[in-house]
C-alpha cells in the first residue's frame, strides 16, 4: 500500500499547489490545516540532546501544504534540507465535520508501514495524538504533535513523546519554527 500512495504522490516533484478549499468542504478544512497552505515554509528544526540541550539542525527544510481530494482534504509534503536528517515525507490530512477532527496518515520514503494520527483545533492551536512504533533506536512511544502560533507568514511545531501516553509523561523532543 506504502508503494502505491507513493507512486501516487511523488514527493520529488509535488503536483501544481492548489491554493482554494472547494466552497463544498467544511468550513473546518479551511480552519484546520487549510491555514497552512499556501507557497512552501521554510523550516528551521531543534532537537533535544541527551544532556538536555537543544541542537539547531544544519540547513532548512521545506514544507508545503495544498489542498488535494477536490479541495476536501490537505496533503502536506516535507524535505529536509540533506537526507542525513530524515527522509522525505507526506501527511494526507482528511477533515471530519461529524467529529469535528482531523484522520491523518503519514508516511516517509524509508517506512513500510503508515502512521495514523487524530488532530483537533483547540484555542488555535492544531493538538495531533497518536503511536509510533518501535523504529531503530526509538521506542514505540505515545505522540502529541502542536501547531501554534500560526499566522500568514510563520507558524511553530513541537514534538512530544510518552512511553505511556499519560498527559504528566510527555517530554518535547522537537521543534520546528517554519516561515514565508
Do not use: K
Request: negative net charge.
Amino acid at each position: 500500500m506504502l508503494a502505491t500512495l507513493l507512486t501516487l504522490t511523488t514527493l520529488a516533484t509535488p503536483p501544481p499547489l492548489s491554493a482554494e478549499a472547494n466552497p463544498a468542504a467544511p468550513a473546518g478544512v479551511r480552519a484546520g490545516f487549510g491555514q497552512l497552505v499556501g507557497p512552501a515554509w521554510s523550516c528551521q528544526g531543534s532537537n533535544l540532546q541527551t544532556d538536555g540541550a537543544w541542537q539547531d539542525s544544519p540547513g532548512r527544510a521545506r514544507w508545503l501544504f495544498q489542498y488535494v481530494l477536490d479541495g476536501h482534504a490537505v496533503q502536506d509534503f516535507w524535505y529536509p534540507p540533506a537526507e542525513s536528517q530524515g527522509p522525505p515525507g507526506t501527511n494526507l490530512r482528511t477533515y471530519d465535520p461529524d467529529s469535528d477532527r482531523w484522520m491523518m496518515v503519514w508516511a516517509t520514503s524509508r517506512q513500510a508501514r503508515f502512521d495514523h494520527f487524530e488532530a483537533q483545533v483547540e484555542d488555535g492551536h492544531i493538538i495531533m495524538t497518536g503511536e509510533r512504533e518501535a523504529s531503530g533506536a526509538f521506542p514505540a512511544h505515545h505522540v502529541r504533535i502542536t501547531f501554534s502560533d500560526i499566522g500568514p507568514g510563520e507558524f511553530h511545531w513541537r514534538y512530544e513523546a510518552s512511553p505511556d501516553g499519560d498527559s504528566d509523561h510527555y517530554r518535547e523532543q522537537a521543534r520546528i519554527h517554519c516561515q514565508r
